[in-house]
């Protein structure tokens, strides 16, 4: 069964500054896509990025991009010129066309954002 | 954007009794709608996906015939928790795809509490 594992809990950056979230996962597949999703104290599950396996380039978007290794199961979600409003909860998340298209979520990291 | 309502957005009801939870696709039609469930500062466990017309499939160790899933429309799929018990207060979240290959849409959530 494919599994995703964050363990970084919790993690601080300053306002400004850069941070990385880990990501990696287990899987027996080649074809699969990856995402970093974002939960606000609203609850509200936004999507930050997302990355085909079959691509070799690096997802980006705007302030987010990743650092996807393959071979090494790794998806690492960089946060640039962090901003108060990026503080949430990120889940790092796998799915599968074979399994259904669910999506598997790791178990969470907690960014806050310091001024 | 495609919009996805759950409803309501949060319930308290007494012990024993049944809770009915709404997700609906608002602008499109969903062909398949998971439930999760999130305890706070957890992570989002995968509990049943949902097709149209057809029976749910649900993860091991969910209960089917506690959560009973109905998916009876394209835009329309229901969580029913049956004889609730205080360990079964949570979050609860929807979400929905119109196609396999298409991202996923989630609700806002739920917040369920059974007293």
């Known amino acids: 069964a494919q599994t995703v594992t964050q363990s970084q809990p919790e993690m601080s950056v300053q306002e400004a500054e850069t941070v990385t979230l880990s990501c990696t996962y287990d899987?027996?597949?080649?074809?699969?896509?990856l995402f970093w999703y974002k939960q606000p104290p609203s609850r509200q599950m936004i999507l930050v990025i997302r990355q085909e396996a079959y691509k070799q380039q690096n997802a980006t978007e705007n302030r987010f991009s990743v650092n996807f290794q393959k071979a090494a199961k790794s998806f690492s979600l960089k946060i640039s010129d962090s901003q108060l409003g990026d503080a949430a909860m990120y889940f790092c998340a796998y799915r599968s066309d074979n399994q259904g298209g669910k999506l598997i979520f790791g178990q969470g990291t907690e960014l806050s954002v310091k001024p | 954007g495609a919009v996805v309502s759950q409803h309501p957005s949060w319930v308290i009801c007494k012990s024993g009794t049944s809770v009915k939870i709404e997700c609906r696709s608002l602008?499109?039609?969903?062909?398949?709608m998971f439930w999760y469930r999130q305890f706070p500062k957890q992570s989002l466990m995968l509990m049943a996906t949902s097709n149209e017309g057809s029976k749910a499939t649900y993860e091991q160790g969910v209960e089917k015939d506690k959560f009973l899933i109905n998916h009876a429309s394209l835009t329309l799929s229901t969580l029913t928790v049956t004889s609730a018990h205080p360990e079964d207060s949570s979050f609860y979240i929807c979400?929905?795809?119109?196609?396999?290959?298409?991202?996923?849409?989630f609700g806002n959530g739920t917040r369920l509490t059974v007293t």
């Open positions: 899987t027996s597949e080649s074809d699969y896509y």
């Open positions: 979400s929905a795809r119109r196609s396999q290959m298409a991202p996923l849409h």
């Open positions: 602008d499109f039609q969903a062909t398949t």
